[in-house]
């Protein structure tokens, strides 16, 4: 088998799979432009929504956020922040929407089990089977301090927590028999006795005794998303996840070797490896030629990365307020600062700043870049630049080859960011027969091709899975 | 008595007040949960010029064996309904017994945005014990504890409400600013139990600060906009109103309706052969619409609203939308809630000033912005 050869390909039905992440913080959505919405208007989500359904997508996704970002012990102010609580949302969209998934991402950490699974079924019967749970955890007593618990889990519990509040949350999903509720309403009970089922679960994390509230969906429960790079959390998405999220969507072959490693991780807990969908988070510019497409994303990386920005990306990576430097001048002289902690929460942190400084110092010689060219040249590498035809033979090629199922598309324009990728991407992946041309099935596990939910399936396979 | 016209109000959660009212749904029970259903509900009291729907709620299944319903979450029912009407204001019940109050604030505001300032929140206690394992908590014993939660937790999500101020986005290009970090505050709550920082994730609700709602015995005055007061007889419910302290108050009403088929009388002892209607020292009507109309005139004055609560909602509500509430329209007794208005313009409540923007314009005179913003 050779990996080019387009007549031997390893999966030559393959469909991609679409979803639209309508990012809540981050600079990557545009808000300068005179055609950038509101980013809390309900309006703005209706829109996303209702095209991301015109362009027959999988699902759409909100993020979570539990404080706001701060940066050396103040708020971020430069990029766009504030957001609606992600069930609430999504229970609005799927009144005005018919077929598009609507996945919540919601946090294990500063939840409980038994009030999440209710809130989530309540979605996915409010969507007739459409609802996605995204499960994050939280790292962070900072994040803490909105909570009434407080404090924060270390690593290795976030995980454990993670994965018992799923055991429970699937265990109140499960309470109830398919057709536990009467047809009649002149059968004896409202529910068939026994059809509802008292759930008890004794773990280190969790005891819980209770009635679940709720009737299963029609796709069964939630479909389960999750994101994680760390061998843990690749061997959670393996243990626990329909779908995973990656950052190993822009190189084929980064791709090819992310998707290998999970199909192997998938065999070893004894799943199918064709059991997890894999969508890399996204950012698709297109134009009408190679040349336009590139002009555009020169135009979009300006409006990203402005002076203020470029300064204060650099800045948490020298670990200096760079804030009074020109933007467009050379990179500072100075060496970089190494804190233990700099009181950047919820921005990312950089591993080895010395390292990544004598990188950019030796690349902007080179170029001749200014700090911000730098920080645009060097930061990180997103996304697919292209025409509608040459991305659409792209992405054929990945998913045909197994590199990936689909992306997750994070439009840079909120409402009309997904317009070209819905009028003239979608066209070109479906005359190449890697899309569908309508919705063929309801529920949002039907569009994603899965299987019945984990704790559904047979013993042995529950067992081997678990 | 006269006074001005009253506002209403209908409590829609399953098939009625009435334990077994699924019996009695014109509907069978597996067709409850659907959004259908719920839409079509909604939809019905919106057409008859209801004011307010409230959404009862509860971490646990609301009734025993057999009548055992399943019930959709209030904040989610609520959203979705949000989404599919355009006047009637919607406010879910959420207990802060037990809950997160930073996530209750965040999915009240959310409410308020997406129904652009149509949400109210009905404040309530989580009374079963069972409940507080459910939360992975300590049981909050006894009413003074409960108290205290609510209390506390109101506090908090009104906090947080104030927490981004009106402007606080500015999408000023000339500074590459985003936000003004000087109109989002901290909110550094610190109770009995538990503190929290803030701000909020969410902005600044439409409203300012949604409408709350709440007995008065059980929640401060001065954290309510709407007293919801109750009375078996129409004394007692004056002397609960006169003594609410709060801006509005609300009279809690049963009701059980003649309808084309049977009797108010006949309806209820047949739900009652299943199950009892328990006491909960409300008004209750059993009879006929022209006697509820009667019954709500004499309320004007006493009270600035009713809320009803519908035996069955399938066979009541037709009777509210089909006799009484036309009847109070005609006579201006009651007044339906004029399109685009906000639930707080619907009853004459004032849209609060945001606390920090005027301690901030106390101490220190605001920068006047001139840079372009959009």
Known sequence: ?????????????????????????????????????????????????????????????????????????????????????????????????????????????????????RRLSGLDLLSEGRAGWNVVTTDNAWTGANFRRGGYLDHADRYRRAEEFLTVARAIWDGWDDRAVSASSGAPAWAAPGGVRQVRHQGTQFDVNLVPTLPRSAQGHPVIFQAGDSGEGRDFAARNADVIFSAHGNDFDDALT??????????????????????PGTEIIIGATEEEALEKKRWIRLQQVTPATALGIAGLLWGLDLSDRDADGPLPEEDPVVAENDGSFGARRVADPRAVVAEWRE????????????????????????????????????????????????????????????DLLVPALQERGVYRTEYTGTTLRDHLGLREPLTHRSTTCRRQAG | MSGPA???????????????????????PDHLLTPRRLSRVAAAAENAGFTLITLEDGTLPPGATPDVVGRIGAVERAAFLAASTSVIGIAPVVPLTYAEPFHVSAQLASLDHISVG??????????????????????????????????????????????????????????????????????????????????????????????????????????????????????????????????????????????????AEERLADLERHAPWGDGGRLRHVGSAAGLAALLERLRGVVDGVRLHPLVVDEDLNVLSGLVLPHLFERRHAVRPLPGSSLRTQLGLERPANRYAAQRTQTTPATPIREETR
């Open chain 1, 258 to 279: 992310f998707a290998d490693d999970l199909r192997r991780r998938l065999r070893a807990v004894g799943r199918p490896d064709d059991d997890l969908r894999i969508l």
């Open chain 2, 6 to 28: 009253l506002r209403l109000a209908v409590e829609l959660d399953g098939d009625g007040a009435h334990p077994a009212a699924w019996r009695r749904a014109a509907h069978a």
């Open chain 2, 118 to 263: 149509r949400a109210g929140w009905v404040v309530s206690e989580e009374t079963r014990p069972e409940a507080a394992r459910l939360w992975g908590r300590r049981l909050v014993d006894g009413a003074a504890a409960r108290a205290r939660e609510s209390r506390d937790g109101i506090e908090v999500v009104r906090a947080l409400w104030d927490s981004w101020e009106d402007d606080a986005v500015i999408r000023s290009v000339a500074t590459s600013r985003y936000l003004d970090r000087e109109r989002l505050h901290y909110v550094d709550f610190t109770g009995d139990t538990y503190a929290v920082k803030g701000p909020a994730i969410v902005p600044r609700p439409p409203q300012g600060q949604l409408v709350v709602l709440g007995r008065p015995d059980l929640v401060p005055a001065g954290h309510l906009d709407v007293g919801l007061v109750a009375g078996r007889d129409l004394a007692a419910l004056e002397a609960a109103a006169a003594a609410a302290g709060t801006p509005r108050t609300f009279a809690e009403v049963e009701v059980a309706l003649d309808t084309p088929d049977a009797t």
């Open chain 1, 1 to 117: 088998m050779t990996r080019t050869d387009p007549l031997d390909v390893p999966r030559p039905d393959a469909q991609l799979h679409l979803g639209v992440f309508f990012q809540g913080v981050n600079h990557w959505t545009i808000w300068s432009d005179q055609a950038s919405g509101s980013q809390i208007d309900p309006a703005s989500y209706r829109r996303v929504a209702q095209r991301a359904e015109r362009g027959l997508f999988d699902a759409f996704f909100l993020g979570e956020g539990l404080r706001l970002r701060e940066v050396d012990g103040r708020i971020h102010d430069l990029d766009i922040a504030g957001r609606p609580d992600a069930i609430t949302q999504l229970a609005a969209l799927a009144a005005v929407t018919e077929r598009i998934g609507l996945v919540s991402t919601s946090n294990t950490t500063f939840n409980e089990p038994a009030d999440l699974a």
């Open chain 1, 363 to 422: 690349k902007a010689q080179a170029h001749g870049w200014s700090l911000r060219e730098t920080v645009i040249a060097l930061g990180p590498q997103r996304g697919h630049v292209g025409t509608p035809a040459g991305l659409a033979d792209k992405f054929a090629h990945y998913v045909r080859h197994g590199a990936v199922d689909g992306f997750n598309i994070t439009p840079y324009l909120i409402p009309d960011g997904l317009d070209d990728i819905v």
